[in-house]
């Protein structure tokens, strides 16, 4: 079992940044694939990007704008988030994978982790 925590969001304006943390508990945090999606309201939720041992992917919208950093010592993941814009807002989700099979580029679907923080808000203004 993998607990999952995530900072506060906020609010930022468009062009600015903001770092969303997600601290585990439980299992051995280096076992597992972490990813980030998002929700905006009536829409699904979709893939962010992920990192694991082997490296990261993120999804064609972010890609340039958005990093993802592991720190093992304090088992935490972060999502670094640069350049934001009106359409980034949402709620965002870390989640963790155990499927060791799947590298970061197959890991992006909602059926693929196994975990899932709380979620939180981020909203971008114009």
């Known amino acids: 079992q993998v607990q999952l925590v995530e900072s506060e969001g906020g609010l930022v304006q468009a062009g600015g940044s903001l770092r969303l943390s997600c601290a585990a508990s439980?299992?051995?945090?280096?076992?597992?694939?972490m990813g980030w999606f998002r929700q905006a309201p009536g829409k699904e939720r979709e893939f962010v990007g992920a990192?694991?041992?082997?490296?990261?992917s993120y999804a064609d919208s972010v890609k340039g704008r958005f990093s993802i950093d592991r720190d093992y010592a304090k088992s935490t993941v972060y999502l670094q988030m640069n350049s934001l814009k009106p359409e980034d807002t949402a709620v965002y989700y870390c989640?963790?994978?155990?499927?060791?099979?799947?590298?970061?580029?197959?890991?992006?679907?909602?059926?693929?982790?196994?975990?899932w923080g709380q979620g939180t808000q981020v909203t971008v203004s114009s």
């Open positions: 989640a963790a994978s155990s499927r060791q099979s799947l590298t970061t580029y197959q890991a992006t679907g909602v059926g693929d982790y196994d975990y």
């Open positions: 990192a694991s041992w082997t490296g990261t």
């Open positions: 439980g299992r051995t945090f280096s076992r597992y694939l």
